[in-house]
């Protein structure tokens, strides 16, 4: 039912910046908080930063002050901007809503990569 397609990511060099989109498509009225998540190779997904429908942030530690989530409920759309990036942001990076306001959905997207390396 619920699409999600994420895109943006690349590589790019540390201090680089990308802007990261979901939309999210196929079921919905309306979203409720959204969250962008990430899994370097290896490693545990973790949460980046959530947005709620009403527009309140918060981020992971690790990029607070570097990343901003933004949300265009017209469209649909979460976006992830990523400032100042570093060789740990490396990951593959994914979108999705928060069921109840904690648990993802299970409608994963495909993700999109962001490699930060010179």
């Known amino acids: 039912q619920l699409q999600l397609v994420e895109s943006g990511g690349g590589l790019v060099q540390p201090g680089g910046s990308l802007r990261l989109s979901c939309a999210a498509s196929?079921?919905?009225?309306?979203?409720?908080?959204m969250a962008w998540y990430r899994q370097a190779a290896g490693k545990q997904r973790e949460l980046v930063a959530t947005?709620?429908?009403?527009?309140?942030?918060n981020y992971a530690d690790s990029v607070k002050g570097r990343f901003t989530i933004s949300r265009d409920n017209a469209k649909n759309t979460v976006y992830l901007q990523m400032n100042n990036l570093k060789p740990e942001d490396t990951a593959m990076y994914y979108c999705?809503?928060?069921?109840?306001?904690?648990?993802?959905?299970?409608?994963w997207g495909q993700g999109t990569q962001v490699t930060v390396s010179s």
């Open positions: 947005i709620s429908s009403g527009g309140v942030t």
């Open positions: 999705n809503v928060l069921i109840l306001g904690v648990r993802p959905s299970d409608y």
């Open positions: 196929g079921s919905i009225f309306r979203l409720g908080a």
